[in-house]
Every structure is written in structure tokens, then in C-alpha cells.
Nanobody, 120 residues
Framework: QVQLVESGGGLVQPGGSLRLSCAAS????????MGWYRQASGKQREWVAG???????IYADSVKGRFTISRDNAKNTVVLQMNSLKPEDTAVYYC??????????????WGQGTQVTVSS
């Protein structure tokens, strides 16, 4: 069973940057697509970015051009580089295994997430 641990969140001013990391255990990581999701207070969890096992990427319209997802299969890590952050990016961010970046349907167990707060 894959365990996922997110890190890198924090408080940042609008326009700032953060780099989130997701460390995954288990050999399935290298053959699985991965995704980043977020859940703002009082809202449903939504997908933010996805990356296939081969490195193809997809982004939600709200973050396109500002966020970059990448992966290091040797380290079982997926990273979300977030630039030009906006207050509306404030949320708890999670990573998960996904069946395909075409659907962004998660299928692993959710980790604890990492809080991102964008505020002046």
C-alpha cells in the first residue's frame, strides 16, 4: 500500500512562490500517474495538476502558467512549483495516485496534506 507524505506548505504573500513535495512509498509510484489536489475551507477537493508516468502534464485552468508539476521516479517524489500565488490558492494541498491524467481520478489513500496560505 502506497503512503503519501506532502510537505512544503506555509504562509506566503500574494505574488510569492512555494514548492510542495510529495514523497511516496512503494514501487507502484514509477508506473503510476500522479496528481496534486487542493481543498479550500468549505469547498470540495479539486484537482490542480497531473503528471503521467512518462512525464506528460495537465493543469487546471486556474493554475495554468503559474504552477509546474514534475516528478523524480528515482526518488519517488512529485513536486508542485507554485509561482505568482494568489489568495484564492489558499487551501490544503494533497497528492495522490491517479488512474490517468485524462480523468484525474485518484485511487490511493489521502495523506495529511500541506497547508498553503496566501495572504498579505
Amino acid at each position: 500500500q502506497v503512503q503519501l507524505v506532502e510537505s512544503g506548505g506555509g504562509l506566503v504573500q500574494p505574488g510569492g512562490s512555494l514548492r510542495l513535495s510529495c514523497a511516496a512509498s512503494g514501487s507502484i509510484f514509477s508506473i503510476s500517474a500522479m496528481g496534486w489536489y487542493r481543498q479550500a475551507s468549505g469547498k470540495q477537493r479539486e484537482w490542480v495538476a497531473g503528471i503521467s508516468s512518462g512525464g506528460r502534464t495537465i493543469y487546471a485552468d486556474s493554475v495554468k502558467g503559474r504552477f509546474t508539476i514534475s516528478r523524480d521516479n528515482a526518488k519517488n517524489t512529485v513536486v508542485l512549483q507554485m509561482n505568482s500565488l494568489k489568495p484564492e490558492d489558499t487551501a490544503v494541498y494533497y497528492c495522490n495516485l491517479v488512474r490517468s491524467i485524462g480523468t484525474m481520478t485518484p485511487f490511493g489513500n489521502w495523506g495529511q496534506g500541506t497547508q498553503v496560505t496566501v495572504s498579505s
